[in-house]
């Protein structure tokens, strides 16, 4: 249970989860929190902490307090490549750890099996020997499940990473937390859906999810099922429910999807209809259902070089979209009281985030190639 006794080490930190924990994990009065930070050539440790709160807006939390600390270090090394010194602060102080640290990529295999698998590994040794026992509080993610479609899923659904998967960032989210329950040491591991940066001003946190919605502005119709459910949920909804469910003195499970679940899924439909109206589109694009999609239909809508060039790269999205997949939140709203989880509808933040992310992949009006993720 989180409190003046509770000491944090916290990674993946100036990520878009982690940030936003770490503000509110200052708030809610812990006793310490030690942020692990990859420095780069340009910036230290605590340089990156300031430049991750300046993203959020939240500067004022470095002024005046003392719980907050920045310690050079990177997952993927072992014992996440602390100083001796820090190494030694924090084995005698800590008694949670809360990893957030991941490798997003769809298509860097190798980058996410060093840093989620790897990553998890190091944890496990670098905390055997911690004095208080910590918690580790695994944030995962809900699409470990594979590739399933047309379902809602529980907590109990597939985990394993050798069923299907669309990618390696699933299977190697997958092998994490199976590295994790066979160490045997107490864990919780939290699963967020879709995670969208409502509410924050960076560009870089809104393109990188949403990077490919201005550019289906390029095709006249796309493989994407309109009846097709796609579970989303703000940051602002996962970082608060983790947080009460890091304060709740128990807790009924060792797992909790964060999510929007049935009730407050979206369809790809609505949402292509939103964006006809955002981009004010004089013809709608048109969703063809995939099973639908023959060779002849995508010569006739994806004919141009940019066309091929963006279709290529999309193509690593359209499986998420089209599995018409939910994810079982009853835990949580069990554990947070029973009662309808408040969250916000997409189409309350979706327009800002688009503003933000449109002219990334612009320049003089066209679709810049270079600007777009290989």
């Known amino acids: 249970m989180l409190g003046p006794q509770t000491t944090i080490l916290i990674t993946g930190v100036t990520g878009l989860i982690g940030g936003e924990l770490v503000r509110r994990l200052v708030r809610c009065g812990v006793g310490k929190i030690f942020c692990l930070i990859r420095p780069t050539p340009e910036a230290t440790a605590t340089e990156r902490l300031v430049q991750r709160l300046r993203r959020s807006g939240d500067l ?32 005698d102080s800590v008694n949670m750890v809360i990893h957030c640290a991941s490798e997003l990529s769809f298509i860097r295999d190798v980058s996410c099996r060093q840093t989620n698998v790897v990553g998890m590994q190091n944890l496990i040794e670098l905390v055997r020997d911690y004095r208080r026992s910590p918690l580790i509080v695994h944030v995962s993610t809900a699409t470990i499940c594979g590739s399933v479609s047309h379902q809602c899923v529980t907590e109990e659904d597939s985990d394993d990473p050798d069923v299907d998967h669309f990618n390696e960032y699933t299977r190697s989210k997958a092998a994490a937390e199976r590295v994790l329950r066979e ?25 990188a999810i949403l990077w490919f919605l201005p550019l289906l502005n390029e095709f006249d119709a796309v493989p994407v099922d309109p009846a097709s459910r796609v579970d989303v949920v703000p940051v602002s909804f996962v970082a608060d429910s983790m947080i009460r469910l890091l304060q709740a003195p128990t807790r009924a499970y060792d797992c909790y999807h964060v999510s929007a ?44 070089r940019t066309q091929r060039k963006l279709f290529a790269t999309l193509k690593h999205y359209l499986p998420f979209l089209n599995m018409d997949v939910v994810y079982d939140n009853t835990r949580l709203r069990n554990e947070l009281g029973g009662g309808p989880l408040v969250i916000p509808p997409i189409t309350d933040y979706l327009g800002g985030l688009l503003r933000l992310v449109t002219p990334e992949l612009k320049v003089d009006g066209a679709v810049s190639l270079e600007r777009i993720p290989v």
């Open 60 to 91: 004022d939390l470095l002024e005046g307090t003392a719980s907050l600390q920045a310690v050079a270090g990177d997952v993927t090394l072992p014992r996440f490549g602390l100083s001796v010194g820090d190494a030694a602060l924090v084995a």
């Open 183 to 207: 160490s045997g040491l107490p864990a919780l591991v939290l699963r967020p859906s879709i995670v969208l940066s409502a509410e924050l001003p960076s560009e870089d946190f809104a393109k």
């Open 261 to 304: 679940g049935p009730a407050g899924a979206l369809r790809c439909g609505d949402v292509g209809r939103y964006l006809d109206e955002f981009y004010q589109r004089a013809n709608p694009i048109l969703p063809v259902p995939p099973d639908q999609w023959t060779r002849q239909i995508h010569r006739r809508y994806v004919a141009t």
